[in-house]
Structure formats: C-alpha cells, structure tokens
Nanobody, 121 residues
C-alpha cells in the first residue's frame, strides 16, 4: 500500500508564510509527478503546483511568484513553500503523486488526506 502524509497546514494572517510537506511511503518503485492541489467547499479541486521527477515545475497563475514547490527524491517528499499568503488561498490542500509500485506496472495517482490552510485578513 502507498500512503501520502501531509503536514504543515494551519492558520496565518495575510502576508504570512506556511510550508507544507508531503511524504510518500509504502510500496513505491518510482514517482513521476508530485503536486499540490487545493479545494474550497463547493468548488472544484484545482492544481496549485506540480514538479516532475527531473525538477520541471508548473504553477497556477494565482500563486506564481508567491509559492515554491520542491521535492526530495531520496525522501519521496514534496514541499510547498507559501509566502505572501492571501485570504483567497484559504482551502484544504491535497498532495498528489503519480507513481509505480513495481517495474512495468501502470502509473497510478495517489492522494493525501488533505491539510487545512486558513488565511485571515
């Protein structure tokens, strides 16, 4: 089994910073994309940032210049440094990983349980 465990969420005032972490564990052969998504109640889950195994990154326009995604391949961990936070960044943040559990098997998508980020004005 594969588990993604997130940490680092919380409450902060506008302009503040938070750092999210997500560690993947279990039966993992290799991890392709890792990323962070967020979801407000009543809204669709949206991509915040993603990073490939070779370090190529992609950001939502709303977070460019404020958020930085990084990963430690040796630890199967992805991070999201969030600076200059705004109230509209308030959401549940989910970690996602596309990975193989064994050589030659399909790539499957796995999700963490989510961590709440609340930004007050």
């Amino acid at each position: 089994q594969v588990q993604l465990v997130e940490s680092g969420g919380g409450a902060v005032q506008a302009g503040g910073s938070l750092r999210l972490s997500c560690a993947a564990s279990g039966s993992i052969f290799s991890i392709n994309h890792m990323g962070w998504y967020r979801q407000d109640p009543g809204k669709q889950r949206e991509l915040v940032a993603s990073v490939t195994s070779t370090g190529s990154v992609n950001y939502a326009d709303s977070v460019k210049g404020r958020f930085t995604i990084s990963r430690d391949n040796a630890k199967n961990t992805v991070y999201l440094q969030m600076n200059s936070l705004k109230p509209e960044d308030t959401a549940v943040y989910y970690c996602n990983a596309h990975l193989l559990t064994r050589p030659g098997t399909p790539v499957y998508s796995y999700w963490g349980q989510g961590t709440q980020v609340t930004v007050s004005s």
